[in-house]
């Protein structure tokens, strides 16, 4: 059995040293219960040692099960539905309708679905391997090889961090004195708020507030830079930031809160928004602003365990620490913080502090995707960051409206953007901005692994009409006007 992306990624990282010593026997101190945990216990067991896991605050399961991606997921699908049902069909002689007629029933059917990944992607992964110890209560470092839990001590051959993150509250005068939402909260409320303030722009605030937006709230988002998705091109941005406020989704850039106060209709923003004063108001507040570190209170300080100034803890490219036989996996080690990324550190630092291998962290190539609708996905570099990088860079840009798939689906929002090495012709990097748009995206990120050319992508059989072949028309299109082509790009 696998627990959440935990599949093997020895392929990932570098050759294991030769001199690395067997795990057979040895035991891992765990402390946290999430993907990075559980992926690590799994690594230990396959090499015949025993695990710890040590797990307090969340459920077992950490963050993504429980209040980050099955729940955001889930509930994005949901609002989507309900979405498409609303508008008008783009489909001549279809009519639609659609209602939220009990917001506590989806939750409730959100709840269920996370109960239900929870036993089996973590509990009944873990039941039956007699390696694997699940432990209860609150871990705290004692030495480099032993974690306390209440009265008890867990004593191994090493020990491995992977308290995750939980959600930053930044420093706004009056906004520890109002309620506010988190994902960990915002997930279990069983009315859907009238309106809702959303503070930040990056992929948690955007899926969260296009999930309630499209729900039924009347959503605002305020975002402290000039854009949404601060990191991603200006055109990604930009297109994402019109479909969003097509569908009535206020947003507001370059934000500077003043204070956050209550009043009787429920939560005001003093602001300045691009300068001028501004006021906004909300029945309820969502604080998205990022993430930061579980590393207080585990004693690292007392160790000598070093972190960076955000809390985040220093690891080198074998996920160890600055302790000998103390190492580092997941959100609470930093960018990048996904659950896929966690579960690979938790395996590869397993690995690392079981047998000594030393096998290296490599993101070559890491695909992301935020899940918004009309998703957004990336891999490898934009065409800015290929030529700050110094390679001859060359982007082209298909809008979806050339995809036939999307024509046919009648929907043709955003565009697929490939970049290569002029010099080289292989790919670099791939933008897209496009329903499904994640599904495009592992294409471009093998290709780019596996150092494919551009031309080789579009000599390549796509089935027709297939989202896909926008990626080989996009291909084709360093060379060719793809307007021109006939059916199936020959
Ligand atoms: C809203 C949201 C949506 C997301 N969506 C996605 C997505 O779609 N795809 C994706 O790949 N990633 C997504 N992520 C990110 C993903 O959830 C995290 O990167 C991942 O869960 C991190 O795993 P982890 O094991 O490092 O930490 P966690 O899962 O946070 O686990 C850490 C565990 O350790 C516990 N702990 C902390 N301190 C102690 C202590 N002293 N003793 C014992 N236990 C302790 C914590 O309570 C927690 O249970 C999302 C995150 C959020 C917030």
């Not at 975002?223 to 569908?247: F, K, M, N, V, Y």
């Not at 297939?466 to 360093?478: D, M, P, R, V």
């Amino acid at each position: 059995m696998s627990s959440c992306c935990s599949e093997d990624h020895s392929a990932f990282s570098s050759a294991p040293k030769s001199s690395a010593a067997s795990a057979e026997g040895k035991h891992l101190i765990i402390l946290g219960g999430g993907g990075a945990a559980f992926s690590a216990a799994l690594k230990a067991s396959s090499l015949g040692a025993r695990a710890t896991i040590i797990n307090d605050g969340l459920p077992m399961g950490g963050t993504c099960v429980n209040t980050g991606c099955v729940p955001s997921k889930t509930l994005l699908r949901a609002g989507e539905a309900l979405h498409r049902a609303q508008r008008p069909s783009a489909f001549a002689g279809i009519e639609t309708t659609g209602r939220l007629t009990d917001f506590a029933a989806v939750m409730r059917q959100k709840r269920e679905l996370v109960e239900s990944l929870r036993q089996a992607k973590y509990a009944d992964v873990i039941a039956d391997d007699p390696n694997i110890k699940f432990v209860r209560g609150r871990g705290r470092l004692v030495d480099a090889r032993t974690v306390q839990v209440d009265s008890e001590r867990f004593e191994g051959d090493a020990v491995l961090l992977c308290t995750g993150a939980q959600p930053a509250v930044p420093e706004i005068p009056g906004l520890r004195d109002v309620p506010f939402l988190t994902n960990e909260s915002a997930f279990e409320l069983t009315e859907l708020p009238e309106s809702l303030l959303v503070l930040g722009g990056r992929y948690i605030a955007l899926e969260c507030a296009q999930l309630f937006a499209r729900l039924g709230s009347r959503v605002t988002i305020l975002q402290r830079s000039s854009r949404i998705l601060p990191q991603g091109s200006a055109a990604l941005t930009d297109d994402l930031t019109r479909h969003l406020e097509s569908e009535g989704l206020k947003i507001v850039t370059s934000v500077s809160v003043q204070r956050i106060r209550q009043d009787r209709s429920g939560v005001v923003i003093e602001a300045l928004a691009n300068g001028e004063r501004a006021v906004f108001r909300g029945a309820q507040l969502l604080v998205a602003t990022g993430r930061t570190p579980n590393s207080s209170g585990l004693g690292l300080e007392n160790l000598g365990v070093k972190s960076d100034a955000h809390g985040f803890v220093s690891v080198d490219g074998h996920l160890a620490t600055s302790v000998a036989r103390i190492y580092a996996a997941g959100d609470v080690v930093g960018e990048p913080m996904f659950v896929y990324t966690a579960a690979y550190e938790g395996a590869l630092a397993a690995e690392n502090a079981l047998t000594g291998a030393e096998r290296t962290r490599d993101y070559t190539a890491l695909p992301w995707v935020v899940f918004t609708d009309p998703q957004v996905a990336g891999v490898g570099l934009d065409e800015a960051q290929a030529t700050a990088a110094g390679i001859s860079a060359e982007a082209v840009n298909l809008t979806l409206s050339s995809v036939p798939r999307a024509l046919a689906a009648r929907d043709t929002r955003g565009f697929i953007q490939l970049i290569r090495n002029r010099e080289t012709d292989r790919l670099v990097g791939a933008r897209i901005l496009a329903p499904e748009g994640s599904e495009l995206l592992m294409e471009a990120a093998l290709a780019i692994r596996h150092g494919i050319t551009v031309s080789e992508l579009a000599a390549a059989f796509h089935p027709y009409l297939t989202l896909s072949e926008g990626i080989k028309l996009a291909a084709l299109s360093f060379g060719k006007d793809v307007s021109k082509l006939s059916c199936c790009a020959a």
